[in-house]
């Protein structure tokens, strides 16, 4: 017979939480939303000695505070859905820290167990914790785990399962000094008036909570028969300082056990230290930046050829197979023109995506993107972005859906706003087909250094782009930068390689569905009315492209390019694809065919790759805008601005260039 | 303890100070509290760059550029640039 | 291993770099040069950046050191380990180009020689420097 189990996860950011999560529950996974914001809900099931466990993994919090969305989230799952047991991930190299949250957690009066994890780190460093003195000392069990190995995992559970099904549980607290305790106990006193808070929180708790001056639980009170008597304490006190005596207070506490159960060397300044003096030195830390990126890109275009090569490869010999084999040929048509090709145009790209997300999964492991963030807040600030903009943009150039969701980690909802805006302009990977043929096609040996061009073009507009919202639209200061900088380490390859999978794969999920749909629309549109030359003017697509085609004339583009750049809506690669069919050539000989074209120069070429560059987002980057904007307003400006910025520079660009092609 | 205070952006690498007192709004000070920015602590700075700043607080490491590194005070024994 | 012999490597691999770094720039901006043409340095302004900055780090330990500071010996190990680092990224760019041609079909035409850059045989004396003094250093790391 299976009993049911619901655990909670908690602990700091940086502790190892999710490789722990992951270690327990595999694949039995579920990532969703909590209601309301756009924090990601994972929870996880696992079967243990009979009972049905299910696993939530809160996000992790410094404290449980009101402060932001995170903890409020955390701290109400705590209190109000009432987890048989919560499990507290602590880093066993950080003990004194993490055991903030412990006291605090304590005060919830809900079964804890700490899980004191990255246990390998802190035994290589030499320290040696006493996991039964400290079990003693905060009634709490202690296992001892390790994440990445999969260590004592059976005895978390078996830990767990033990302190769920014991009862009554005894609640720790802190002691607050005289003073703060005497108004613990008029505030506690109080709050009795209220039987449904009673029932629902720990007095005491709240009382604490009230001291503090927790926004949330003042409006908690204020809607109670304790309101008046509350209001009337609270008015005669100063919450800040309190909040800073109790800190104070709980950290004292700490402090006292701390001594008696971990033996560690003083460490004064780390290897760990002198190495930052020198990544964050103040002349070097850019330029080695720099030289790192340049090996991240370096690296990925190179590595990725052959498998490009490859894909190339069998992607034709598919596509001519299917065209030759199926009957009846309309069908043979569309799997081998339509679909094949149309898909494996995308396909060719996934090898340089994939490895782009892991060098940066790599680095992100390793701790030096942080120590990179924390250099380029500086040139950051000065643009109007948050330090933590940082990430997210890098993830842009790989893809700007990804790199969207990686905006969360941005507390200030405005320079949130602020970056998703902006990270379409940082020319992700799916604009790269288009600039490979156009720029392979009409600057032959330059190619590569206008590909670059495109780049910091891209780049540069993202800046102005930022500079400008920030002094209108979104006008205010941009937040303080902290960050948490873990010590550096060597990651494992399965981590790295789980990091870049679960960024990668999201690119998969958008070609495998919004591609293949695309790649059938636009092998439709060009077929039909049925009898019509595939991709000829008669067809719906060239229709649609005469339609459009006087928006763009002043581009120097015709109706085949205007078609092509509708369809890069849904996917900026479809673009070479229907490019491919419109022209009524392959892939191979589509360059020729638009050299011959003589609506097409390098200079018009030129201002198309801008064009395509800086135009709106594609439909999956919408979506995942909307999803975390949560507003039709600000998709909808993305949109707008997107088009008017790609139509102003290409047309710019187009006239001006036949200057400075002319000698190249 | 001296009544000399100091904002924590002054000070420069290598140098130890405790915390006094944080001048922030009320969402950042508890944030602070809990990464251990607490009265009392001892915090020392590893790198420091114009304002901006790497310290150590107990065992954790923390980034703060120069418009939180300012808010937060610290007493000036000893060692300020 | 003494301090006189790591300030020494790192002075002579940071002129090292620096110098080929500069070549590049000017190689770029020049055109080729006859007499040049057996050191394999490709007029490549970004490759030749990344040099520079290698090259930087090295000559900034070396100097620290040599005054006494105590951060020197880390810059030295990071000039070290960004001059193994880049020696490999250009091992593997070098391979699979190889490996592209070798798919492609143009394998008779291509030539190892042509891939050999700066970044990738200076990195081979970054090499000698990790062996020596690498266990340090990644005790070091791992420590932290």
């Given at each position: 017979?299976?009993?049911?189990?619901?655990?909670?996860?908690?602990?700091?950011?940086?502790?190892?939480?999710?490789?722990?999560?992951?270690?327990?529950?595999?694949?039995?996974?579920?990532?969703?939303?909590?209601?309301?914001?756009?924090?990601?809900?994972?929870?996880?099931?696992?079967?243990?000695?009979?009972?049905?466990?299910?696993?939530?993994?809160?996000?992790?919090?410094?404290?449980?505070?009101?402060?932001?969305?995170?903890?409020?989230?955390?701290?109400?799952?705590?209190?109000?859905?009432?987890?048989?047991?919560?499990?507290?991930?602590?880093?066993?190299?950080?003990?004194?820290?993490?055991?903030?949250?412990?006291?605090?957690?304590?005060?919830l009066r809900v079964p804890v167990v700490i899980a004191l994890n990255m246990a390998d780190m802190a035994e290589a460093q030499g320290d040696a914790i006493d996991r039964a003195r400290l079990s003693e000392f905060l009634e709490i069990p202690v296992v001892r785990t390790v994440g990445t190995r999969g260590e004592g995992l059976d005895t978390l559970l078996e830990a767990a399962i033990k302190e769920a099904k014991t009862s009554p549980h005894h609640e720790h607290t802190v002691g607050y000094g005289d003073d703060a305790e005497a108004k613990i106990v008029t505030l506690v006193d109080a709050l009795s008036a209220d039987r449904n808070l009673a029932k629902r929180y720990p007095l005491r708790w709240l009382a604490v909570k009230l001291l503090e001056g927790d926004e949330n639980v003042v409006s908690k009170v204020r809607e109670g028969p304790a309101s008046v008597r509350v209001q009337s304490i609270l008015s005669s006190i100063d919450a800040d300082e309190y909040e800073a005596v109790m800190a104070d207070k709980r950290y004292e506490a700490i402090a006292a056990i701390l001594p008696q159960v971990h033996r560690t060397d003083p460490k004064g300044t780390t290897f760990s230290d002198m190495v930052d003096r020198v990544v964050t030195n103040r002349y070097l830390g850019i330029p080695i930046f720099l030289a790192l990126m340049w090996g991240a890109f370096e690296l990925t275009f190179t590595v990725a050829t052959p498998f490009m090569t490859a894909i190339d490869t069998l992607v034709v010999w598919l596509a001519e197979l299917a065209v030759a084999s199926i009957e009846p040929a309309w069908l043979g048509s569309l799997i081998g023109d339509g679909i094949i090709s149309g898909v494996g145009a995308v396909l060719i790209f996934l090898p340089n995506i994939f490895i782009l997300f892991l060098i940066l999964a790599f680095l992100e492991d390793s701790g030096y993107l942080a120590r990179a963030a924390f250099i380029m807040d500086r040139p950051l600030y000065a643009i109007g972005l948050p330090g933590k903009a940082f990430i997210p943009m890098l993830i842009g150039f790989g893809c700007n859906v990804p790199a969207i969701m990686a905006t969360r980690s941005i507390e200030s909802e405005k320079d949130r706003l602020l970056t998703i805006l902006v990270n379409p302009f940082m020319s992700c990977s799916a604009r790269l087909p288009v600039y490979v043929l156009f720029a392979g096609a009409f600057f032959g040996a330059q190619a590569g250094g206008v590909m670059f061009f495109l780049y910091v073009l891209g780049i540069v507009v993202a800046i102005v782009s930022a500079k400008l919202f920030r002094s209108t639209v979104l006008p205010g200061d941009v937040s303080p930068f902290v960050m948490e900088m873990p010590p550096y380490r060597l990651p494992t390859a399965m981590t790295s390689l789980m990091h870049m999978w679960s960024r990668g794969s999201m690119y998969l999920r958008k070609a495998g569905t919004i591609i293949l749909l695309g790649a059938m629309v636009v092998w439709a549109l060009a077929s039909f009315p049925y009898g019509v030359e595939y991709g000829s003017a008669e067809s719906f697509a060239g229709m649609l492209g005469h339609l459009i085609e006087p928006l763009v004339a002043p581009l120097g583009f015709d109706w085949k390019v205007a078609v092509a750049l509708i369809f890069g809506f849904l996917a900026k690669e479809v673009v070479v694809g229907s490019l491919g069919v419109l022209y009524g050539t392959g892939e191979e000989t589509l360059s020729e065919a638009l050299l011959a074209d003589p609506g097409l120069s390098a200079a018009t070429a030129l201002a198309l790759m801008v064009f395509v560059l800086l135009y709106m987002p594609c439909v999956a980057a919408l979506g995942v805008i909307k999803k975390e904007t949560g507003s039709w307003k600000w998709t909808g400006f993305a949109v707008a601005y997107g088009i008017v910025v790609a139509w102003v520079l290409a047309f710019v660009v187009g006239h001006l260039a036949p200057f400075f092609i002319g000698g190249a | 303890m001296t009544g000399d205070l100091c904002p924590l952006a002054l000070l420069s690498a290598g140098t130890e100070a405790t915390v006094a007192d944080i001048r922030a709004g009320k969402g950042m000070q508890t944030r602070l509290f809990g990464m251990g920015f607490c009265p009392d602590a001892r915090v020392k700075v590893q790198c420091a760059n114009r304002g901006s700043l790497i310290v150590s607080v107990g065992d954790a490491r923390y980034a703060l550029s120069r418009g939180i590194a300012m808010k937060i005070l610290v007493g000036c024994a000893k060692g300020v640039a | 291993m003494s301090d006189g012999i790591k300030v020494l490597f790192g002075a002579v691999l940071g002129v090292l770099y620096v110098a080929f770094g500069l070549l590049q720039f000017i190689l770029a901006a020049f055109g080729p040069v006859e007499s040049l043409e057996a050191?394999?340095?490709?007029?490549?302004?970004?490759?030749?950046?990344?040099?520079?900055?290698?090259?930087?780090?090295?000559?900034?330990?070396?100097?620290?050191?040599?005054?006494?500071?105590?951060?020197?010996?880390?810059?030295?190990?990071?000039?070290?380990?960004?001059?193994?680092?880049?020696?490999?990224?250009?091992?593997?760019?070098?391979?699979?180009?190889?490996?592209?041609?070798?798919?492609?079909?143009?394998?008779?035409?291509?030539?190892?020689?042509?891939?050999?850059?700066?970044?990738?045989?200076?990195?081979?004396?970054?090499?000698?420097?990790?062996?020596?003094?690498?266990?340090?250093?990644?005790?070091?790391?791992?420590?932290?």
């Amino acid at each position: 017979m299976t009993r049911e189990i619901r655990i909670a996860l908690t602990g700091n950011p940086n502790v190892g939480k999710t490789t722990l999560f992951n270690a327990l529950t595999g694949s039995r996974q579920h990532v969703g939303n909590w209601p309301g914001v756009t924090v990601e809900k994972k929870t996880g099931r696992i079967n243990r000695n009979g009972y049905e466990i299910e696993v939530v993994d809160l996000p992790g919090t410094y404290s449980l505070t009101a402060y932001s969305a995170d903890e409020i989230i955390a701290r109400n799952f705590l209190l109000d859905e009432k987890p048989d047991v919560v499990v507290q991930v602590v880093d066993a190299t950080n003990l004194e820290r993490n055991l903030y949250l412990t006291t605090q957690l304590s005060e919830l009066r809900v079964p804890v167990v700490i899980a004191l994890n990255m246990a390998d780190m802190a035994e290589a460093q030499g320290d040696a914790i006493d996991r039964a003195r400290l079990s003693e000392f905060l009634e709490i069990p202690v296992v001892r785990t390790v994440g990445t190995r999969g260590e004592g995992l059976d005895t978390l559970l078996e830990a767990a399962i033990k302190e769920a099904k014991t009862s009554p549980h005894h609640e720790h607290t802190v002691g607050y000094g005289d003073d703060a305790e005497a108004k613990i106990v008029t505030l506690v006193d109080a709050l009795s008036a209220d039987r449904n808070l009673a029932k629902r929180y720990p007095l005491r708790w709240l009382a604490v909570k009230l001291l503090e001056g927790d926004e949330n639980v003042v409006s908690k009170v204020r809607e109670g028969p304790a309101s008046v008597r509350v209001q009337s304490i609270l008015s005669s006190i100063d919450a800040d300082e309190y909040e800073a005596v109790m800190a104070d207070k709980r950290y004292e506490a700490i402090a006292a056990i701390l001594p008696q159960v971990h033996r560690t060397d003083p460490k004064g300044t780390t290897f760990s230290d002198m190495v930052d003096r020198v990544v964050t030195n103040r002349y070097l830390g850019i330029p080695i930046f720099l030289a790192l990126m340049w090996g991240a890109f370096e690296l990925t275009f190179t590595v990725a050829t052959p498998f490009m090569t490859a894909i190339d490869t069998l992607v034709v010999w598919l596509a001519e197979l299917a065209v030759a084999s199926i009957e009846p040929a309309w069908l043979g048509s569309l799997i081998g023109d339509g679909i094949i090709s149309g898909v494996g145009a995308v396909l060719i790209f996934l090898p340089n995506i994939f490895i782009l997300f892991l060098i940066l999964a790599f680095l992100e492991d390793s701790g030096y993107l942080a120590r990179a963030a924390f250099i380029m807040d500086r040139p950051l600030y000065a643009i109007g972005l948050p330090g933590k903009a940082f990430i997210p943009m890098l993830i842009g150039f790989g893809c700007n859906v990804p790199a969207i969701m990686a905006t969360r980690s941005i507390e200030s909802e405005k320079d949130r706003l602020l970056t998703i805006l902006v990270n379409p302009f940082m020319s992700c990977s799916a604009r790269l087909p288009v600039y490979v043929l156009f720029a392979g096609a009409f600057f032959g040996a330059q190619a590569g250094g206008v590909m670059f061009f495109l780049y910091v073009l891209g780049i540069v507009v993202a800046i102005v782009s930022a500079k400008l919202f920030r002094s209108t639209v979104l006008p205010g200061d941009v937040s303080p930068f902290v960050m948490e900088m873990p010590p550096y380490r060597l990651p494992t390859a399965m981590t790295s390689l789980m990091h870049m999978w679960s960024r990668g794969s999201m690119y998969l999920r958008k070609a495998g569905t919004i591609i293949l749909l695309g790649a059938m629309v636009v092998w439709a549109l060009a077929s039909f009315p049925y009898g019509v030359e595939y991709g000829s003017a008669e067809s719906f697509a060239g229709m649609l492209g005469h339609l459009i085609e006087p928006l763009v004339a002043p581009l120097g583009f015709d109706w085949k390019v205007a078609v092509a750049l509708i369809f890069g809506f849904l996917a900026k690669e479809v673009v070479v694809g229907s490019l491919g069919v419109l022209y009524g050539t392959g892939e191979e000989t589509l360059s020729e065919a638009l050299l011959a074209d003589p609506g097409l120069s390098a200079a018009t070429a030129l201002a198309l790759m801008v064009f395509v560059l800086l135009y709106m987002p594609c439909v999956a980057a919408l979506g995942v805008i909307k999803k975390e904007t949560g507003s039709w307003k600000w998709t909808g400006f993305a949109v707008a601005y997107g088009i008017v910025v790609a139509w102003v520079l290409a047309f710019v660009v187009g006239h001006l260039a036949p200057f400075f092609i002319g000698g190249a | 303890m001296t009544g000399d205070l100091c904002p924590l952006a002054l000070l420069s690498a290598g140098t130890e100070a405790t915390v006094a007192d944080i001048r922030a709004g009320k969402g950042m000070q508890t944030r602070l509290f809990g990464m251990g920015f607490c009265p009392d602590a001892r915090v020392k700075v590893q790198c420091a760059n114009r304002g901006s700043l790497i310290v150590s607080v107990g065992d954790a490491r923390y980034a703060l550029s120069r418009g939180i590194a300012m808010k937060i005070l610290v007493g000036c024994a000893k060692g300020v640039a | 291993m003494s301090d006189g012999i790591k300030v020494l490597f790192g002075a002579v691999l940071g002129v090292l770099y620096v110098a080929f770094g500069l070549l590049q720039f000017i190689l770029a901006a020049f055109g080729p040069v006859e007499s040049l043409e057996a050191l394999l340095i490709p007029g490549d302004i970004f490759s030749g950046f990344v040099l520079l900055v290698i090259g930087t780090v090295l000559l900034t330990g070396a100097r620290k050191l040599s005054g006494g500071a105590a951060d020197g010996m880390p810059f030295i190990y990071v000039g070290i380990l960004l001059s193994v680092g880049f020696g490999l990224v250009e091992l593997l760019a070098l391979c699979a180009l190889g490996a592209d041609a070798y798919l492609v079909g143009e394998w008779a035409d291509w030539s190892v020689m042509d891939t050999i850059t700066p970044l990738l045989y200076l990195a081979v004396l970054g090499v000698l420097g990790f062996l020596a003094w690498g266990r340090e250093f990644l005790r070091g790391i791992r420590a932290a």
